[in-house]
């Protein structure tokens, strides 16, 4: 946890930002996998985390911005518990901890919330994803379960975006070092790559990294040699040489900060010319991303960028043809990058996403593209100081979206889908660093992580 200035401070900040009524906030609970004393890893609710730092389920906290007092509620752990636990903070040592002066009891907040309705007073809270919280809120409040989203208060959200995106000097050390233990996971695997290793050890070999490190993995890994599924979690085939292996993974930290890391690179440690060919595109988008980054400019702009880039790469191949600057603003290279330049990153690996992407990577002044590909951004809004956004530009043979647009003859005018089906079964590649927006540019978290083609066949298999 942060002193508890830090948290005193966010919540005045978020009050202010609001006209009047109570802000709720339900903390996470855990969650059974098979019976409910068996649980997955415990993960609090990253604005909970935010606002109040505790880590521990079976809470709630209001600020009460008309009366000007902040309640946490929640129990005290029993006998029963402390037997199977150990020895627990009071609920009133945590509340000290956060500098939240006023406790109750968890049972008290249904008749508080009920007693404000009843006055007619404005209860803001966030768009639940939980469902045992969804089912809390529809029983304190009363607003059906379909409802639940759509009365969310939008003032809220507004307000704990303007917060949470820019981080602070205290939070950004704590991304570095999350970034560091990314880092790590990332270099285990690469030492580890050879031929006849299964994918799932690989997985298993990152995952201690980052327990290690901090609280485990941020996400899911994503570790496959068949890349061009975004998200493969996948991890049952073993290394062959001439495949590439996709690693895209990071690590939490205790605090709750998350680095999220990619790289591509051949199990046999040596590119070949075709993979090195596409691999040097994708690293280009990486790099001018990395150029561009800078507060005032909007990174829809750069994503733009990303797309010329790879247009102007794969037609130099012959995979591409026409103008790559129009190719890229009609949304051709979709085809080969279905997905965003990068998204936040902070307390969630795609940070705020429970709030909505709209909110978090829009504003009054950018609304999302309508075209597949380039309205596929996360965050396409204008970059300030204390962003921190993910650079990860990919190109991908996805075989069902080559077949469905060359049936669909769709951009024929820029693609040239005779070259393109030659590289089915190619895999797909994606290079991602995390990048934290400064006063005048940017710079990358973490220590250094091997991404040119020479620098990683000095590592891989190493
Ligand atoms: N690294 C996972 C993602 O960005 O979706
Ligand atoms: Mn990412």
Excluded at 166 to 185: F, L, S
Excluded at 284 to 308: D, R, S
């Amino acid at each position: 946890m942060f002193g508890k200035e830090t948290y005193q401070q966010r919540r005045t900040a978020l009050k202010n930002s609001v006209k009047g009524g109570i802000l709720l906030f339900l903390g996470n609970n855990e969650a059974p996998m098979n019976y409910p004393s068996n649980t997955y890893r415990y993960r609090q609710d990253s604005h909970f985390i935010y606002f109040f730092g505790i880590q521990l389920d079976r809470l709630a906290a209001i600020i009460d911005v008309d009366e000007g007092r902040e309640i946490l509620f929640g129990d005290d752990y029993t006998l029963d518990d402390i037997i199977w636990m150990g020895p627990q903070p009071t609920i009133r040592e945590w509340a000290e901890k956060c500098g939240v002066k006023e406790t109750q009891s968890f049972g008290n907040l249904q008749q508080y919330l009920q007693k404000a309705q009843q006055a007619g007073r404005k209860i803001h809270y966030l768009p639940p994803y939980r469902d045992d919280n969804k089912i809390l809120l529809h029983q304190m409040l009363g607003i059906p379960f379909e409802r639940l989203k759509a009365e969310a208060s939008v003032e809220m959200i507004k307000g704990v975006v303007a917060l949470r995106e820019c981080k602070t000097a205290e939070e950004i050390k704590e991304m570095d070092a999350i970034c560091d233990a990314g880092v790590e996971m990332h270099l285990s695997v690469m030492r580890a790559t050879r031929q006849g290793v299964l994918e799932r050890e690989l997985a298993g070999l990152a995952e201690g990294v980052s327990l290690s490190k901090g609280a485990g993995v941020s996400f899911p890994v994503i570790l496959s040699q068949n890349g061009e599924t975004l998200h493969n979690h996948h991890h049952e085939q073993y290394l062959e040489n001439g495949r590439m292996l996709l690693v895209d993974m990071g690590a939490e930290a205790m605090s709750g900060y998350s680095s999220d890391y990619t790289r591509t690179f051949p199990v046999s440690g040596k590119f070949s010319q075709k993979q090195r060919e596409i691999y040097e595109i994708v690293l280009q988008a990486n790099m001018e991303t990395f150029q561009m980054a800078k507060p005032g400019i909007p990174y829809f702009q750069v994503h733009l960028n990303a797309y010329t880039v790879i247009a102007k790469g794969l037609t130099a191949l012959g995979l591409m043809k026409g103008n790559p600057e129009e190719a890229a603003k009609a949304g051709a290279p979709a085809l080969f990058m279905p997905h965003g330049l990068g998204h936040m990153l902070g307390l969630d690996v795609h940070d705020m996403e429970d709030l909505g992407e709209n909110y978090v990577g829009y504003d009054e002044t950018i609304q999302r593209n309508p075209i597949f590909g380039l309205g596929s951004l996360r965050c396409a809004k204008t970059l300030k100081p204390g962003f921190i956004v993910t650079d990860e530009p990919g190109i991908y043979f996805i075989p069902q979206l080559i077949h469905n647009w060359e049936k669909e003859k769709k951009f024929e005018q820029y693609i040239n889908y005779a070259k393109v089906n030659e590289y089915i079964g190619f895999g797909g590649i994606r290079i991602e660093d995390d990048v934290l927006i400064t006063e005048t540019g940017c710079r990358l978290l973490g220590k250094p992580l091997p991404k040119q083609v020479d620098e990683l066949e000095a590592v891989i298999g190493k």
